[in-house]
Nanobody, 118 residues
Framework: QVQLVESGGGLVQPGGSLRLSCAAS????????AGWYRQAPGKQRDMVAT????????NYADSVKGRFTISRDNAKNTLVLEMNSLKPEDTAVYYC???????????WGQGTQVTVSS
């Protein structure tokens, strides 16, 4: 059974940092492009960051460039999002996803809440 399970969300003050993790199971993680999306209340789900299957290339939304870093460890089936200099507008539910590099097969995690507030 394929599963993506996020962890690491929580409440943080503006300017603070959080580290989100996504643990993949039931799949050969190295065969998937992966990344993070987020969805704020009343808004659509937007891309935050993506990383290629081997980890050699990353892409970020303009709003998080220079503050967030995506990485992966295929040996540990783990995807990580390091978030620094957090702003209130970063408040959202963060979802990890994995998209097979050959087949049309995409999986999503259940989401983890990130709240940036003083």
């Amino acid at each position: 059974q394929v599963q993506l399970v996020e962890s690491g969300g929580g409440l943080v003050q503006p300017g603070g940092s959080l580290r989100l993790s996504c643990a993949a199971s039931g799949m050969v993680f190295s065969r998937y492009v992966a990344g993070w999306y987020r969805q704020a209340p009343g808004k659509q789900r937007d891309m935050v960051a993506t990383i290629t299957s081997g980890g050699g290339s990353t892409n970020y939304a303009d709003s998080v460039k220079g503050r967030f870093t995506i990485s992966r460890d295929n040996a540990k089936n783990t995807l990580v999002l390091e978030m620094n200099s957090l702003k209130p507008e970063d408040t959202a539910v963060y979802y990890c996803y994995a998209d097979h590099i050959v087949f049309s097969r995409t999986y999503w995690g259940q989401g983890t809440q990130v709240t940036v507030s003083s």
